[in-house]
T-cell receptor, first 110, second 116 residues
């Protein structure tokens, strides 16, 4: 399967803590993207990391990519209640549409 | 927010009836996509378009057809709706990058379809 697999499926943390979620995959990729989905809304793009990159930052987000292990992680630092959402990794195997994983449900408790 | 609208936002229909969902964009992006989202399955691609009148199948295309007669509109049709097509449907768009690669995707607000 080309689909990425997020881990954990669900995560519950206290406000101010860091949240880490992982994505593992089996195919070669051009890039890997992370998206957020608030309840009842469409997905929102967070960050894209290309296969030749190892780490990218965007505000409180840090994404790493290890192509040798075929895995990526998304770190949200100093989490807030507003970060409560589902987070999806999406793979771009080639010049083909993205393939989305099933997501990690993050709950940040105030 | 990217200019993407979906209509209708909610629809209840009966098994066997035809249903058409519309996606409209104001961004002039080349690529448009239709996904369905179901618990336990995540987001699955139904069909996508890489230009006017140019479409291709996704992972779960059976029972669905699409049309794109204008850059800004992408229609998804369920010819004869079944209960298994009850789902939330999302449209997305993306630009074309150099070499024809697709860029990040921007999503519409979704359509909740219930087939009784």
């Amino acid at each position: 399967s080309q689909q990425g697999e997020e881990d954990p499926q669900a995560l519950s943390i206290q406000e101010g803590e860091n949240a880490t979620m992982n994505c593992s995959y089996k195919t070669s990729i051009n890039n890997l993207q992370w998206y957020r989905q608030n309840s009842g809304r469409g997905l929102v793009h967070l960050i894209l990391i290309r296969s030749n990159e190892r780490e990218k930052h965007s505000g409180r987000l840090r994404v790493t990519l290890d192509t040798s292990k075929k895995s990526s992680s998304l770190l949200i630092t100093a989490s807030r209640a507003a970060d409560t959402a589902s987070y999806f990794c999406a793979l771009q195997p080639g010049n083909t549409p993205l393939v989305f994983g099933k997501g990690t449900r993050l709950s940040v408790i105030a | 927010d990217a200019g993407i609208t979906q209509s209708p936002r909610h629809k209840v229909t009966e098994t066997g009836t035809p249903v058409t969902l519309r996606c409209h964009q104001t961004e002039n992006h080349r690529y448009m996509y239709w996904y369905r989202q179901d618990p336990g399955h995540g987001l699955r691609l139904i069909h996508y378009s890489y230009g006017v009148k140019d479409t291709d199948k996704g992972e779960v295309s059976d029972g669905y057809s699409v049309s794109r007669s204008k850059t800004e509109d992408f229609l998804l049709t369920l010819e004869s709706a079944t209960s298994s097509q009850t789902s939330v449907y999302f449209c997305a768009i993306s630009e074309s990058k150099a070499g024809g690669q697709q860029d990040t995707q921007y999503f519409g607000p979704g359509t909740r379809l219930t087939v009784l």
